[in-house]
């Protein structure tokens, strides 16, 4: 299995829902990125992709990226520095051991949209809604090679 027999146009729409309804717990973003192949460690890669995703430049810094290569099953979920203050990446080792568990069993698209939900009641915790909140990043899974 690869990332785009996985991520199908109709998985990415379930995700984009997920998160839709994540985000709207919250005034946070969250983003999926999945790639085959992840040469070192998955956690230093995800904070390429998070910059290159431009997920830094949300205005309270409370983005959150899940970032997956199938084929080295590697995972890792990293949080800007606003999120990243109060939940630091142990914080999200659970999340991560749900998700790798899921993935075991094939179950990629309903394990992460469990992570997603989960992910947005973190976020709705310590970044509730706020009243003139927009949505400042796409909710598009974004697939690498």
Known sequence: MNAKQIFTPDACKKIEV?????????????????????????????????????????????????????????????GD???????QAEGWHQLKTDLIEGFKQQKYIPSLEVAIENIGKVLHTYFPCLPNDKDELVNTVSIGT
């Open 18 to 78: 997920a998160i839709h309804h994540a985000e709207n717990l919250s005034s946070g973003e969250i983003r999926v990125h999945a790639e085959d192949l992840c040469k070192g460690d998955p956690y230093e890669r995800a904070i390429e992709v998070f910059n290159g995703l431009g997920m830094q430049h949300t205005e309270l810094r409370n983005a959150v990226l899940i970032y997956v290569a199938i084929q080295d099953k590697k995972l890792a979920i990293i």
């Open 81 to 87: 520095q606003g999120i990243d203050k109060r939940i």
